[in-house]
Structure formats: C-alpha cells, structure tokens
C-alpha cells in the first residue's frame, strides 16, 4: 500500500510540531503518536464500563489545569485530537462528556493498519536525518528490530515521557470548542 502523498506530508507536520512541543521525547512516543492516528483510540478499550472506570479513576486523581491546552490535534486521514483531562476538568467540562465523546471515537474511528508500517518507515527516516529529534536516537535499530518482531503494537509512553509531561488525555474524534462539552445531563451531551 502505497502512502497518499497528504498523509505522508501530514505525518511530517505532525512529528514536527511534536518534536518541538515534547523535546524530552522519546522514540516509543514517536512511534505512539503515530500509532494513534493510524488506529484511534479502539485499541486502549476492552468495554465501556471498563473505559469509564479507568477515566473517572483517573479524573479524580489528576489537578485542574486551568493553563494547559485543552486538545491537541493529532488526526492524519481523519479528524483526531488528544483531549487532555486537567484542562477538561478546569473548564468544567463533564467527565461523562469526555468519555462519550471518546467512545463515539472508539467505534467511529476509522483505522488504518495498512499505513502504519509505513508511517514507522518514515518516522525513522525523519530520525536519522535529525529533522525530528528524541533523546534515545541512538537505540532506533533496536526499537525497528523490536516493532516489525512484535507486529507493530499498541505502546504506551516512555516513562521519560510521563515523569516530564504527565500525561493524561482521551482521544476524541470531534474538536472541543466554548461551550459544546461543558457540564451536561451526563449521558454524553
């Protein structure tokens, strides 16, 4: 499967912009940004009730953050961005809005596998020429050797990753603006 020419110049913009935001990253956070705008979010959820477990458990244990970017956008072939939880929760965003905006993502998103083989091929090009930077570039042949051995799997940050940016984010499918996500009747909307 060849890369659409958009994609590929929108995966560049997207490990750009990454690089420069997230200069402590590290190549497993590369890679997991792309993962996710290949896959969506389908991939963290086994059952709905399981996913709203996790997030309220989450929810209570994470600050407000009332300075911190609320979404950042993260799609590549369709609409994508990382909802980040302490900025949700400083603007009074509900947490059952949250995660039913990420459920409707979880079944809505349409993932595509076939590209992600290549979007890895691309990031360690980017990599070695040093136009996207991570602190562990030395250790890129063992991370391919490891990735194409395992069949290119679902990864979770780097622990460099969590101790200097925290995060904490769902992935949603529809861009959260004013007011459409605030406080609701808790079903989601």
């Known amino acids: 499967m060849l890369m659409e020419p958009t994609v590929r110049n929108r995966a560049l913009e997207l490990l750009s912009t990454h690089s420069h935001r997230y200069p402590a990253w590290r190549i497993v956070d590369a890679y997991k940004l792309l993962f996710q705008a290949c896959m969506g979010p389908g991939h963290s959820v086994s059952d709905s009730a399981e996913a709203r477990r996790r997030l309220f458990s989450e929810w209570n244990q994470i600050p407000a953050a009332p300075g911190k970017v609320l979404q950042e956008d993260v799609g590549l072939h369709a ?111």
């Open 79 to 189: 609409p994508l961005w990382r909802l980040h939880l302490g900025a949700a929760k400083a603007q009074g965003i509900a947490p059952d809005t949250v995660l039913g905006e990420f459920l409707r993502c979880v079944h809505a998103f349409p993932r595509r596998p076939g590209i992600l083989v290549h979007m890895w091929s691309l990031l360690m090009g980017e990599i070695r020429s040093g136009r996207v930077a991570v602190t562990d570039a030395a250790d890129l042949d063992v991370a391919d050797l490891r990735l194409r051995e395992s069949g290119f799997p679902m990864p979770r940050h780097s622990a460099a990753f969590h101790q200097t940016y925290s995060p904490a984010y769902r992935l949603v499918g529809t861009a959260v603006r004013g007011t459409s996500l605030r406080e609701s009747t808790g079903n989601g909307r």
